[in-house]
Nanobody
Framework: QVQLVESGGGLVQAGGSLRLSCAASRGTFTAYAMGWFRQAPGKEREFVAAISWNGRSTLYADSVKGRFTISRDNAKNTMYLQMNSLKPEDTAVYFC??????????????WGQGTQVTVSS
């Protein structure tokens, strides 16, 4: 199973931007469609965005559509999430995982530490 490490989170004011990275090791990164998920305190983990193995197809949650952009660089075994116009409700721990780019679901069960994103108002 592919091993994933998230980074790039931090504290930012509302309206600001962050870029998250997801670095993959062990396993064939290009074999997977990938996704970003997030979990806010007291809430269940939710889907944010997904991208096909070749980057040609993407899917976004309605709450981030038009503000977030998912991308990947298969040569670097890395996926990204550019987050613009951040809102306090985007505050969460962000995780990456193999995902279904049509449904936004995942069967992944080896979640990492994630990366904390905190948006102040």
């Amino acid at each position: 199973q592919v091993q994933l490490v998230e980074s790039g989170g931090g504290l930012v004011q509302a309206g600001g931007s962050l870029r998250l990275s997801c670095a993959a090791s062990r396993g064939t990164f290009t074999a997977y469609a990938m996704g970003w998920f997030r979990q806010a305190p007291g809430k269940e983990r939710e889907f944010v965005a997904a991208i096909s193995w070749n980057g040609r197809s993407t899917l976004y949650a309605d709450s981030v559509k038009g503000r977030f952009t998912i991308s990947r660089d298969n040569a670097k075994n890395t996926m990204y999430l550019q987050m613009n116009s951040l809102k306090p409700e985007d505050t969460a721990v962000y995780f990456c995982a193999p995902a279904d780019v049509k449904t936004g679901t995942t069967q992944y069960d080896s979640w990492g530490q994630g990366t904390q994103v905190t948006v102040s108002s």
